[in-house]
Each structure stands twice: as structure tokens, then as C-alpha cells.
């Protein structure tokens, strides 16, 4: 499959569901892909990238936005209270705001640096153990200590269990969402994007049906 095929299929979904395809970004998650890989998707004009590690996305992307300074990179892996600093400086979005610890490093740069990228709070919608986020029940209070911190948040992300039913968790998370009253929904990956933007997906994570399988990334 190619870019276009992507945001060809992005926008019939955007369209069914009664949206435009630019209520639609599509993060091109390039985590483990070698650079060249990236950089002909760049050339092509695309521009949001998701990256799953901030120490990966650190070795690959300074040389790319030198030659590419309008591409905007989301972390939607992960965030150690530790990388914090490096992902604010490099990173236009975080979708992975998951715990008070990292919320207070988050609200302490932001007044260090003055700035702070976009902010998803991470919601565990399956409940599962193994699995970063938020539990649903906590949503709503984890939502409102985040804001008192005067920190950004432009939405809510999750990623459903793999063998259960993915619109169940995406509804479940546009509930949380309209009545914490966020419309930012980062929700769908390559197999289920078009499920999540029936379910107002604001941000689509699709890795390799743009790049091809994953290899080690040359950085």
C-alpha cells in the first residue's frame, strides 16, 4: 500500500462519516524505519510522523528537519518523567501522558522552556495490566489534575486490546472525551483507522502500510 492509497482511504471514511478529511491528521508512524524510508515519504509532501521512542526519534529527525523544518513530529509511545525534557524540545505533540509523576515534569518545563507540545492523556480502555494509560473510571479526575497543572491537553489517546472488538474502545473513548469536553481523539492504527474516524479519530496512527514492514531503523 502507498501514502495515497492512505488518505485516499482516510478521506472516504472522513466522508462516510459525515466529516471532511481535514478533521483527519494522519501520523505516519515511522518508529523503526530507516531514514531513507522516511525521507521519501517527506518528499512526497507528507509532514506528521509519530515516533514511538524519544532516544530513537533524537538519532533520526535533527537532520531531517534541517532539510525539512515544517514536518512535526508526536511521541505516541511511552514517556519515561526522564525523557521528558528532550520530547517537549523536539516533539509538537505527546499522546502518551499517562501518570501524575510525568504530568508534574511536564508542567515544570512548560514553565522552564515556555512552551509546551500538545497533550494526549493515555486512557486504558481495555483495562489491561501489561498496558500503559489511565483506567476509564479515572479518566475524569486525572483530566482535571492535568489542567490545574495549566498544561495543554488536546485530547484523549488509547490502543484497544488486540482481540477485542476496536469501535467498543473507541466509543468508550468518545464518551470520555465529550464529557471532559476534548476533542482531540488519537485512536485507530493501520487495520482499524477507518472504524476510529466513524468514531471522530482526530489523529490515525499508520506505520506499515505507508513504509512496508519494519526493519532496523539506520540511525
Do not use: Y
Request: aromatic share 4%; hydrophobic share 45%.
Amino acid at each position: 500500500m502507498s501514502l495515497k492509497e492512505i488518505t485516499t482511504r482516510i478521506d472516504a471514511a472522513a466522508r462516510t462519516a459525515g466529516r471532511v478529511s481535514d478533521d483527519v491528521v494522519l501520523l505516519a508512524v515511522s518508529k523503526v524505519q530507516p531514514i531513507d524510508r522516511v525521507e521519501d515519504v517527506l518528499v512526497q509532501g507528507h509532514r506528521v510522523f509519530g515516533e514511538n521512542r524519544v532516544q530513537e526519534a533524537q538519532g533520526k529527525w535533527p537532520g531531517l528537519l534541517d532539510r525539512f523544518p515544517d514536518a512535526k513530529i508526536h511521541l505516541i509511545g511511552p514517556l519515561q518523567s526522564n525523557k521528558a525534557r528532550q520530547a517537549m524540545t523536539l516533539c509538537a505533540a505527546i499522546h502518551s501522558v499517562d501518570r501524575p509523576k510525568l504530568a508534574v515534569a511536564l508542567a515544570r518545563l512548560a514553565q522552564e522552556l515556555g512552551h509546551c507540545p500538545e497533550l494526549f492523556v493515555q486512557i486504558n480502555t481495555g483495562e489491561e495490566p501489561q498496558k500503559a494509560g489511565v483506567l476509564p473510571d479515572e479518566a475524569d479526575a486525572f483530566v482535571a489534575q492535568v489542567r490545574d497543572m495549566d498544561l495543554p491537553v488536546a485530547g484523549l489517546m488509547c490502543i484497544p486490546p488486540v482481540h477485542e472488538t476496536p469501535s467498543l474502545h473507541f466509543a468508550l473513548l468518545a464518551k470520555i472525551a465529550a464529557r471532559n469536553g476534548l476533542t482531540g481523539l488519537s485512536m485507530g492504527m493501520s487495520s482499524d483507522f477507518e472504524q476510529a474516524i466513524a468514531f471522530g479519530a482526530t489523529h490515525v496512527r499508520v506505520g506499515s502500510a505507508i513504509f512496508g514492514a519494519r526493519v532496523a531503523a539506520s540511525v
